[in-house]
């Protein structure tokens, strides 16, 4: 059965250091987005790609980078760590072509930073 | 802008009670509409959609109607069960995008108790 995984599941970190969150989806999907989840505000969209090569920021990009080599994967970077982007990360991916497409979503990242 | 607000939680039922959890958005043009549930320790996995005014989205005992006049998309069960504890999420898309990004609102807890 396809999937989208992600690794680690839960990661501890120092303010200061680079982070990189693994995406891997077998669904052949272009579409890959990263969420980040905190309380009060549901999931906010941080970077998104529609192909190889192709990587756009979403509403809460500032310290957070991603790239796309293959389709089948959108490593996530937080460049310097710090304390804010605490948070469970999510990676989804989706067919393009119709907003109406349904997300299937990773089992999530919690980060940690200390 | 695009935006979705949702009741806030959590709530608290008793099995078989009948449940509604509000869903209003802010959005031009025609978006699709979702609810996602998120389980304990998981990601989210699409629970209902619709795609366009008065269609009605149901899946697992669970409805919701598309609502363009009181842009609205309430979601309502019957009669709950334990088993349906867990975050809802309701999440648009906006018709202008045909790459799969979604607003979501900002998730109602739903604990159902024996």
């Known amino acids: 059965d396809a999937e989208i995984t992600q690794s680690p599941r839960h990661k501890i970190t120092e303010t200061g250091r680079q982070v990189t969150l693994a995406c891997h989806q077998t669904w052949n999907h272009n579409n890959m987005f990263w969420y980040r989840q905190d309380l009060g505000h549901g999931l906010r969209l941080i970077h998104y790609s529609y192909g190889v090569q192709d990587t756009n920021k979403g509403e809460v990009s500032d310290g957070y980078s991603v790239s796309r080599s293959n389709t089948e994967d959108l490593p996530l970077t937080l460049e310097s760590a710090a304390s804010s982007q605490t948070s469970v990360y999510f990676c989804a991916s989706s067919e393009q072509g119709a907003h109406q497409n349904e997300a299937f979503f990773g089992q999530g990242t919690r980060l940690t930073v200390v | ?114």
């Not at chain 2, 959890?21 to 959005?27: D, V």
């Not at chain 2, 899946?59 to 006049?69: V, W």
């Open chain 2, 1 to 114: 802008g695009n935006s979705v607000t949702q009741m806030e939680g959590p709530v608290t039922l008793s099995e078989e009670a009948f449940l509604t959890i509000n869903c209003t958005y802010t959005a031009t043009g025609y978006p699709s509409l979702f609810w996602y549930v998120q389980y304990p320790g998981e990601g989210l996995q699409l629970l209902l959609k619709a795609t366009k005014a008065d269609d009605k989205g149901s899946n697992k005992g669970f409805e919701a109607t598309y609502r363009k006049e009181t842009t609205s998309f309430h979601l309502e069960k019957g009669s709950v069960q334990v088993s349906d504890s867990a975050v809802y999420f309701c999440a648009l898309s906006p018709f202008s995008s045909n790459t799969g990004k979604l607003i979501f609102g900002q998730g109602t807890t739903l604990q159902v108790k024996p």
